[in-house]
């Protein structure tokens, strides 16, 4: 079975300090993983995967397999980052999302 | 030129009724899927639908059934609604594979009185 573990369900930070919202999952293939995000008032939308190795809005995320980590950083927050972000994982072929609980990140002006 | 459209977006009912929450996709995908979202905000699957092959989540009670009449859209229908099943609804559609961008709808947020 696989499981996303979200540990923080509230996340405050002031802008421009740097931020991390952590994600560990549990998996005993390879699995997909990715960040989604749903700003108030809009649709979830992908953020971030791990295949694609980018920077978007300036977050990262890097596959940790050894601590089965895929934590989501940014340097510098912005009061337009606050949001509730999703860490997901989905298995190889097939499509279906296992989403962690969520974490609603505040950014203080 | 929404993506993926959900309708209603909103729909109160009392317990007892059945319902109905539509989904379309003009992004060419194969894969559809409901996810519902309860009040602690956890997002969890319901159903996948692939090419006319639906996978169901095993802990969704029968009450739920999909209809997909053809592979733009994955209808929900709901019997007998209870107060637990209140929550929003999001329907989403992708191409196939681990590895691709899901699109989701706005969401219908089912309250059951």
């Known amino acids: 079975a696989q499981r996303v573990t979200q540990p923080e369900k509230l996340l405050s930070v002031f802008k421009g300090a740097p931020v991390e919202l952590k994600c560990n999952y549990s998996?005993?293939?390879?699995?997909?993983l990715f960040w989604y995000v749903q700003y108030s008032r809009q649709r979830l939308q992908l953020l971030l995967r791990?295949?694609s190795r980018e920077s978007i809005k300036g977050f990262t995320a890097d596959l940790n397999k050894g601590e089965t980590s895929f934590h989501l950083k940014k340097p510098f927050a912005q009061e337009e980052d606050s949001a509730m972000y999703y860490c997901?994982?989905?298995?190889?072929?097939?499509?279906?999302?296992?989403f962690g609980r969520g974490t609603q990140l505040t950014v203080w002006p | 030129d929404t993506a993926v459209s959900q309708t209603p977006k909103y729909l109160v009912t009392q317990m007892g009724n059945d319902k109905s929450i539509k989904c379309e996709q003009n992004?060419?995908?194969?894969?559809m899927y409901w996810y519902k979202q309860d009040s602690k905000k956890f997002l969890k699957i319901m159903f996948s639908y692939n090419n006319k092959e639906l996978i169901i989540n095993e802990t969704v009670p029968n009450r739920f059934s999909p209809k997909s009449p053809d592979k733009a859209h994955l209808n929900l229908h709901i019997n007998s609604l209870e107060l637990g099943d209140s929550a929003v609804y999001f329907c989403?559609?992708?191409?196939?594979?681990?590895?691709?961008?899901?699109?989701f709808g706005q969401g219908t947020r089912l309250t059951v009185v």
């Open positions: 989403a559609s992708s191409q196939p594979g681990g590895d691709t961008e899901a699109f």
């Open positions: 997901a994982l989905s298995r190889p072929t097939l499509g279906r999302l296992y």
């Open positions: 998996y005993s293939g390879s699995p997909e």
């Open positions: 992004l060419g995908h194969d894969t």
């Open positions: 791990h295949i």
